[in-house]
């Protein structure tokens, strides 16, 4: 989720980047002991098949058929989470261009910025001479402009592996129908 634009002008003081580094430093801790406990209670359900337990690949097959859910269903179901992995942010930066939100000024900046680049709110008004809606996007500055920056949210490093995973599985399961 990358967003430079946007969070440039929260721009954190001096003393900050060392408390900023030990709490990533705790939060990737964190991290991987759930990730490790995850692991254990997994292996423990026999997902690795090294346990015999309901997670026993051969055991959850024969659970899964005993439900009646099929190759099909099994495919049906990543292939609509793969629609979903890939499609999130397209859907969610449409809204966000519908209602405006994501904005930044593209006035000229200051301190030889070539854009001022502070959040820009969208003001629909209707002119008087012409009649019509006209757009207007003002800035904390008071910059008033036609036009904005629109800040597309991108896929981050998460994202990108979940949609590649699912599209994998998809292959797989058509592979094996
Ligand atoms: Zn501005």
Redesign the pocket.
């Known amino acids: 989720m990358s967003e430079p634009c946007i969070t440039r002008t929260m721009d954190t003081g001096p003393g900050q980047p060392r408390k900023a580094f030990a709490s990533s430093r705790l939060y990737n801790f964190g991290l991987t002991m759930v990730v490790m406990g995850a692991s254990f209670i997994l292996y423990y359900l026999g997902l690795f098949g090294t346990v015999d337990g309901p997670l026993t690949p051969a055991n959850m097959g024969a659970t899964l058929s005993g439900l009646g859910v099929t190759q099909r269903h099994v495919i049906i179901m990543l292939l609509s989470l793969l629609i979903g992995a890939v499609s999130w942010n397209w859907l969610f930066n449409l809204t966000s261009a519908m209602i405006g939100a994501r904005m930044t000024?593209s006035?000229a900046g200051k301190d030889g910025n070539e854009y001022?680049g502070?959040p820009a709110k969208r003001i629909r008004r209707v002119s008087r001479r012409s009649g019509r809606e006209v757009i207007t996007y003002v800035?904390d500055?008071g910059?008033r402009r036609s036009e904005a920056h629109f800040h597309p949210l991108k896929k981050g490093a998460v994202s990108n592996t979940v949609w590649m995973a699912c599209l994998a599985f998809v292959i797989i399961a058509f592979c094996g129908v």
């Open positions: 000024c006035a001022c502070l800035c500055d910059h």
